[in-house]
């Protein structure tokens, strides 16, 4: 089963930048898609970002696209997600998940402990 362990949240400014990790263990990423989820306090988790296997394809939702970038490094089976002018809306505790392709949000069993976020001045 793989496990999933983020990093690389805190604390920024409006207009700051963060680069998330998403490393699996216990199964090699090379052949899953690779999704980026978020949940902010009272709200759903939402679909952020997705990089597809062979990291030739990337999506993103509407509020993060121009600000977000995905990319992956299956040598080190770690995923991340570059953030750029984060904004308070962009606070929440940011998850990772994999599969076959972009993972649902639904479907997902196997969450990692994620990371947070905080944007605020």
């Known amino acids: 089963q793989v496990r999933f362990v983020e990093s690389g949240g805190g604390m920024v400014q409006p207009g700051g930048s963060l680069r998330l990790s998403c490393a699996a263990s216990?199964?090699?990423?090379?052949?899953?898609?690779v999704g980026w989820f978020r949940q902010a306090p009272g709200k759903e988790r939402e679909g952020v970002s997705c990089?597809?296997?062979?990291?030739?394809?990337?999506y993103f939702v509407d509020s993060v696209k121009g600000r977000f970038t995905i990319s992956r490094d299956n040598a080190k089976n770690t995923v991340y997600l570059q953030m750029t002018s984060l904004n308070p809306e962009d606070t929440a505790v940011y998850y990772c998940?994999?599969?076959?392709?972009?993972?649902?949000?639904?479907?997902?069993?196997?969450w990692g402990q994620g990371t947070q976020v905080t944007v605020s001045s």
């Open positions: 216990g199964r090699t990423l090379d052949h899953y898609a």
């Open positions: 990089v597809t296997s062979g990291g030739n394809s990337a």
């Open positions: 998940a994999a599969d076959w392709t972009c993972p649902i949000v639904g479907l997902v069993k196997n």
